[in-house]
């Protein structure tokens, strides 16, 4: 089955690096991504990572891919204010019934304190 | 436009209306799917739709929830005979093509349904 696990919640001071981590259970899922929402906002994509990947770096944020163990991983260096906001993972497959369709995370609230 | 619009952004019935909310997709996108986000049930898959193939409706909740696109581009989905349990956010997403890296979805705004 489709299972995507984030803890709840997560707390940095500014400036510090956020490590948001995310687990999944299906080992056909083909792309992993992380998303963003703000207060009363939709989803924003921020990142994404095919499943044949370890790592993607995109300017202060880092994706890490462990495939054996079903962990995915997202880094935001030098934290700021403006990115406490609720942080998904999600993962799709590209086969089967579920085709193309997100399975999100619970969702990590991350609050960055001044 | 640019990005993914939703209609309306917000929207109060009364228990046992009928609501129609209305998703624009990013004009090019062949796919497009609804989910709900509700503080109990977080983010779930309800439809999606591709091209001219038969949507896939295995998320919808009840046979009261049905979605139809229209020329392969706005969708509409319909929540009939609305109960409490159907207030949530319900949001619209589109991806250029599904199953590959062009399969990124792009969401909307969303459109806050309250059933009182």
């Known amino acids: 089955g489709e299972d995507v696990e984030q803890s709840l919640f997560l707390s940095v001071r500014e400036g510090d690096s956020s490590v948001i981590n995310c687990t999944y259970t299906d080992s056909s899922s083909t792309y992993l991504y992380w998303y963003k929402q703000e207060p009363g906002a939709g989803l924003q994509l921020l990142t994404y990572i095919f499943s044949n990947m370890d790592m993607k770096q995109d300017q202060r944020l880092t994706v890490l891919l462990n495939k054996k163990d079903k962990h995915l991983s997202l880094r935001i260096a030098d934290t700021q204010t403006g990115d406490s906001a609720i942080y998904f993972c999600?993962?799709?497959?590209?086969?089967?019934?579920?085709?193309?369709?997100?399975?999100f995370g619970q969702g990590t609230i991350l609050t960055v304190h001044p | 436009g640019a990005g993914v619009s939703q209609s309306p952004s917000n929207k109060v019935t009364e228990k046992g209306k009928d609501v129609e909310l209305r998703c624009d997709p990013i004009?090019?996108?062949?796919?497009l799917y609804w989910y709900r986000q509700s503080l109990g049930q977080g983010l779930e898959f309800l439809i999606y739709f591709q091209g001219n193939s038969a949507p896939d409706k295995s998320g919808l909740p009840s046979d009261r929830f049905s979605a139809e696109r229209t020329g392969g581009s706005v969708s509409t989905l319909t929540i009939q005979r609305t109960q409490q349990e159907d207030s949530a956010v319900y949001l619209c997403?589109?991806?250029?093509?599904?199953?590959?890296?062009?399969?990124?979805?792009?969401f909307g705004p969303g459109t806050r349904l309250t059933v009182l």
């Open positions: 997403a589109s991806s250029l093509v599904p199953g590959g890296s062009t399969d990124t979805q792009y």
């Open positions: 004009s090019g996108h062949t796919a």
């Open positions: 999600a993962e799709s497959r590209t086969g089967g019934t579920s085709y193309g369709k997100l399975t």
